[in-house]
């Protein structure tokens, strides 16, 4: 009964913290500009999400060891150092969206600017970095997030035109250029798989000690919990097609792309659904700033994590400290914090194949996995994703260029 409920735990964790910023926003915007012609490249990111996630924390469950350690040693010093600086760049880009995007639900809840928040938000996300335990951290932010739900709710009491919804499903707007479409497309493919939901998590399974016994717990997590996660991102594109694109409008601020839920079941459906936000941001921000500690003090082979002392562990806290510090800085130049979130997806789509290769290749190397290799299906399925994210990775900034960010 333990075990039964430490899976089902984290499958609703898992759940409630797919979604961030970067998904909040990305899926909101696409739904209202193309209605649910894009849902496949979600659907191809959860799958790919899945692949990425399991064979990183199998590696941290049969190894014990963290993933930027090991590929430190399997790459070499040199090309271990270019995963870690896209990584860093990354992390330290959305967790400046992460922190921006909590400070805005405190302004929806409370009307006070944004920018008042932003400093008490990194204060008091650095203290419960320093100061709470690693799952109860993130099972109490990811638990939270599950307020998120209330967008599929909203969904059915929109009441929307299903078979329209059907339909939109194979038919992209016909007055967006292909430019725009793919640049949306590989948008959505950074918002799903986002290289920190993926460090956090083999870093966590260290932190809680997984061995090849925990594979199941690992799994279920993965395979249930994420793909859970893509169905709500879909919900938000789905609400954000029935409510904004027969209008014509773009939600362009948090407040907007909440309203599908104020519109469908109302004021009180409207602060859970807030709640959710600032959770799911909120602990988004704790897993960004943490990751950044654990890529670097794992690549220079510093003491780290939160199941040590703070004292034994003083640089990986210095890391955290100073990425939080700079990310905050950012915020508060006043610069918009949804521009940052779109700006962070692209860059993360083009960065991925740096952080992927790696974990692909000690994942079928024996020397660390044992006979816990990848098998012959999820190696295809991993070369194929290869392939697919290096073309992402050509293309993500021309297009970016090309469309004036999605202009």
Not at 145 to 154: D, I, M, T, W
Request: charged share 10%; glycine share 10%.
């Amino acid at each position: 009964m333990k075990k039964l409920f430490a899976v089902t735990l984290g499958i609703l964790t898992a759940f409630g913290g797919f979604v961030d910023i970067g998904d909040l926003v990305a899926n909101a915007v696409v739904g209202s500009r193309f209605g649910l012609s894009l849902v496949w490249v979600v659907v191809v990111g959860i799958v790919g999400i899945c692949l990425f996630a399991e064979m990183s924390g199998r590696i941290a469950a049969v190894s014990q060891r963290p993933v930027f350690d090991l590929v430190r040693e399997r790459l070499g010093p040199r090309a271990g150092l270019v995963n870690l600086g896209a990584s860093f760049f990354i992390n330290a880009l959305t967790l400046a969206a992460e922190i921006g995007g909590a400070s805005l639900a405190l302004e929806l809840a409370t009307g006070v600017n944004y920018l008042l928040w932003v400093p008490l938000v990194a204060l008091v996300a650095w203290l419960v970095m320093w100061r709470v335990k690693f799952e109860t951290m993130e099972r109490i932010f990811g638990l939270m997030g599950l307020g998120l739900v209330v967008f599929l709710v909203a969904l059915w009491k929109l009441g929307p035109d299903w078979g329209e919804l059907a339909h939109q499903l194979t038919r992209p707007p016909q007055d967006e250029g292909l430019p725009t479409y793919f640049y949306y497309a590989i948008a959505l493919l950074g918002g799903a798989m986002t290289p920190y939901e993926v460090f956090f998590f083999s870093s966590g399974g260290v932190e809680e000690r997984w061995t090849s016994k925990d594979l199941v717990t690992e799994r279920a997590n993965v395979f249930v919990g994420f793909p859970l996660g893509g169905l709500l991102s879909i919900g938000i594109a789905a609400c954000a097609a029935t409510l904004f694109m027969p209008v014509e409008a773009v939600p362009d601020s948090l407040g907007q792309m909440v309203l599908p839920v104020a519109a469908g079941l109302g004021k009180v459906a409207l602060g859970v659904v807030i709640l959710g936000v600032f959770a799911a941001t909120f602990g988004a921000t704790l897993e960004t700033a943490l990751s950044s500690g654990y890529s670097l003090s794992q690549y220079f082979g510093w003491q780290w994590g939160k199941y040590v002392q703070p004292a034994r562990a003083a640089r990986f806290h210095v890391v955290v400290l100073a990425v939080t510090i700079v990310a905050t800085a950012l915020i508060l130049t006043t610069i918009d914090p949804i521009m940052v979130t779109e700006y962070s997806l692209v860059f993360s789509a083009a960065a991925l194949p740096l952080t992927y290769l790696p974990v692909l290749m000690i994942a079928n190397d024996p020397d660390y996995m044992g006979d816990k290799v990848n098998g012959r299906f999820s190696n295809a399925l991993g070369m194929v994703y290869m392939v697919l994210l290096l073309v992402v990775a050509v293309a993500a900034v021309p297009l970016m260029l090309a469309t004036k960010a999605g202009q």
